[in-house]
T-cell receptor
Framework: DAGVTQSPTHLIKTRGQQVTLRCSPK?????VSWYQQALGQGPQFIFQ???????QRGNFPDRFSGHQFPNYSSELNVNALLLGDSALYLC????????????????FGPGTRLTVL | AQKITQTQPGMFVQEKEAVTLDCTYD???????LFWYKQPSSGEMIFLIY??????QNATEGRYSLNFQKARKSANLVISASQLGDSAMYFC?????????????FGTGTSLTVIP
């Protein structure tokens, strides 16, 4: 049973460029959340996708956008990259709208480390 | 106000000893879940333990236990019999509400170093 996968593992971009990060959720999961983790900080919620729609959004500018595909995989796009966008980007998947103990967990992928020069 | 506060940037523990990592939370929602994750240097967040706001007993998972004090809004992680492989960053997180799709709020983390 494959867990959450993310690609690429590492990425180096320059200011002003655009980047696309990809995530495949754990089998059986249909909700994908994206987080940004700056060095030395905890993850910050960017947004969440369910049924191919953005359901929740954190305090991130419109330069951050996403998409979810019919197979539940997701992309995170960042336009007009800034130096401050350098971070580890984590994808997490979960099953929504069920409140039982075994369904409470979010499973995280290994992350994509983005460096903006 | 911060949803999750972790006041210990770094902690040291002797191998085989127990250690407590502190976490306080802030929410007005009567239904919430509290989580602890371990993040090794590789970056992946590893789920350790979960405590629901309505759970009567403190959660335990092997060497991990959660000291849940609802009135104080604290959810400290206790690691017993520390091992060298426990050296990592530890994050406390909270999800508000019963909807398991709700976002997680994370603390700033505690770096744990286990000394041989």
């Amino acid at each position: 049973d494959a867990g959450v996968t993310q690609s690429p593992t590492h990425l180096i971009k320059t200011r002003g460029q655009q980047v696309t990060l990809r995530c495949s959720p754990k089998s059986g999961h249909d909700t994908v959340s994206w987080y940004q983790q700056a060095l030395g900080q905890g993850p910050q919620f960017i947004f969440q996708y369910y049924e191919e729609e953005e359901r929740q959004r954190g305090n991130f500018p419109d330069r951050f956008s996403g998409h979810q595909f019919p197979n539940y995989s997701s992309e995170l796009n960042v336009n007009a990259l800034l130096l401050g966008d350098s971070a580890l980007y984590l994808c997490a998947s979960s099953r929504p709208f069920q409140h039982t103990r075994e369904h409470n967990e979010q499973f995280f992928g290994p992350g994509t480390r983005l460096t903006v020069l | 106000a911060q949803k999750i506060t972790q006041t210990q940037p770094g902690m040291f523990v002797q191998e085989k000893e127990a250690v407590t990592l502190d976490c306080t939370y802030d929410t007005s929602d009567p239904s919430y879940g509290l989580f602890w994750y371990k993040q090794p240097s590789s970056g992946e967040m590893i789920f350790l333990i979960y405590q629901g706001s309505y759970d009567q007993q403190n959660a335990t998972e092997g060497r991990y236990s959660l000291n849940f004090q609802k009135a104080r809004k604290s959810a400290n992680l206790v690691i017993s019999a520390s091992q060298l492989g426990d050296s990592a960053m530890y994050f406390c997180a909270m999800r508000e509400g019963l909807n398991t799709g709700n976002q997680f709020y994370f603390g700033t983390g505690t770096s744990l170093t286990v000394i041989p």
